[in-house]
């Protein structure tokens, strides 16, 4: 019974002791903090917009404003995207105006292809190299005054505009990625067959396809750049594909004196001296490539040897015009030059270069200091005195030699060639005077 009656207790204190559990608490709601992107993440805003809202919306929009709007996120580059693409977008943005624009409108249309052009590297930024590309020049490639020969208009700024554009999208790309922009730019614009049917065929045959290449090389790859190792890159990539014959030639058309109508003095260099300012691109065009040399395969060897080549197309120049443009060049390619030269054994070459290197320098008012350290520091490559007693001494023979040339053709005839000879001669005979005076200084010094 005690047993019993103490199985009973234990079995109501554990019943009553069930009865007595509290009830489960409500749980209180936990509050947490929204960052913008998950709120964003179920979808864009402009998702719930009709395209054509949302075009409405950018046609209101600068382009500048548009550029910087793409950078919110991949799915509003995705919308502005599909906004360029269209047809209408095109005719109201890309295409403009660019027969006879006045000085206002050449300016803003600068301008705003700069913007364009900052607007699709922003708009393609997540593209590969190779789409970013594909998709951009999809959009210029109707456009005539884009296109190499496809514009002949005299005064058309089509091909500035494109290099504006062209340069904004690529600015900062690196190497690689310019290798490929040149590669498709020769593509679509066929560039190395129709350079290659300029180089196969005579010097000033073909006129007109002629400065059709300079202009479209000038204006959309080397006239924007705004270093010299920018320059020096594109033009290499010009000139590298051709043998060193045809490089001199494809840099004579792009650089070369443009004297009357537009054509360029592919005899005028050969029979007359020329202006000084016509032979300056030619020597802006050699200075970028002797600059900082950062393309890899250039060398120093590389640049003397066009300049030797360039001399001689389509025969060769007229002494005072190579005179002039070794001038133009400055101390250190002029120097470079002539001391390959000297190296080599050709001292008569050199000293009728240098006798007109000093008569320009009195027609063009140059310091005559300037010829005469020229001549102290190739004088300075001989190692023995005997040598530089040669070098001096086929040096003022040539002085000799010149001279008599001049006063020979001045007095064969009396009309206006002769008269400028003679002028010529008189220059020579004051720049001789000069020169020796300043030589005799400094080594009296």
């Not at 749980?27 to 719930?48: A, D, M, W, Y």
């Not at 998709?135 to 091909?159: H, Q, V």
């Not at 060769?316 to 470079?336: D, I, M």
């Amino acid at each position: 019974m005690v047993r019993k009656t103490t199985g009973n207790i234990g079995r109501c204190s554990w019943t009553r002791r069930s009865h007595h559990l509290k009830a489960p608490q409500r749980l209180r709601p936990v509050r947490t903090v929204v960052t913008r992107s998950q709120r964003t993440s179920g979808g864009c805003f402009f998702n719930g917009l009709p395209a054509e809202v949302f075009h409405m919306i950018l046609d209101e929009m600068s382009v500048v404003d548009i550029s910087v709007f793409s950078m919110v996120s991949k799915e509003i580059i995705s919308y502005i995207v599909d906004y360029v693409s269209s047809q209408s977008w095109r005719n109201k943005t890309i295409i403009q105006s660019f027969h006879n624009p006045t000085l206002l409108e050449q300016r803003s249309t600068l301008e705003h292809y700069r913007h364009l052009g900052l607007l699709f590297k922003r708009c393609t930024l997540l593209l590969p190299t190779k789409e970013r590309l594909k998709f951009t020049f999809s959009k210029f490639s109707e456009i005539p005054c884009f296109m190499l020969e496809r514009c002949l208009a005299p005064d058309c700024t089509g091909y500035s505009r494109y290099g504006i554009f062209l340069q904004t999208l690529i600015a900062g790309w690196d190497e690689l990625e310019c290798h490929r922009v040149f590669n498709f730019l020769c593509d679509q614009a066929s560039l190395l067959l129709k350079t290659e049917a300029l180089l196969t065929a005579k010097p000033g045959l073909k006129r007109n396809q002629e400065l059709q290449l300079r202009l479209f090389c000038r204006k959309v790859l080397l006239d924007p750049c705004q270093n010299q190792p920018d320059g020096q890159f594109w033009l290499v990539q010009l000139l590298k594909p051709w043998p060193m014959v045809s490089q001199a030639h494809l840099l004579f058309i792009l650089y070369g004196p443009l004297l009357h109508e537009g054509v360029l003095g592919w005899q005028d260099v050969v029979e007359r001296g020329i202006p000084h300012s016509a032979l300056w691109d030619l020597a802006k065009g050699l200075l970028m490539l002797f600059g900082t040399l950062q393309v890899k395969g250039w060398s120093t060897d590389s640049v003397i040897s066009i300049l030797e080549e360039l001399i001689v197309i389509p025969q060769p120049w007229f002494v005072e015009n190579v005179a002039r443009l070794l001038v133009l060049c400055g101390s250190s390619l002029c120097y470079t030059f002539l001391a390959s030269k000297a190296l080599n054994g050709r001292i008569s070459e050199i000293s009728r270069i240098i006798i007109h290197i000093i008569l320009v320098c009195e027609k063009e008012g140059y310091h005559m200091s300037w010829a005469v350290k020229l001549v102290q520091q190739i004088c300075s490559l001989f190692s023995t005195a005997p040598e530089r007693f040669v070098f001096i001494q086929h040096l003022e023979n040539m002085f000799s030699e010149v001279t008599r040339e001049f006063f020979e053709s001045s007095v064969a005839g009396n009309n206006f060639e002769d008269r400028e000879t003679f002028q010529t001669l008189c220059i020579l005979l004051d720049s001789s005077a000069r020169f020796h005076t300043k030589l005799l200084h400094m080594f009296l010094k």
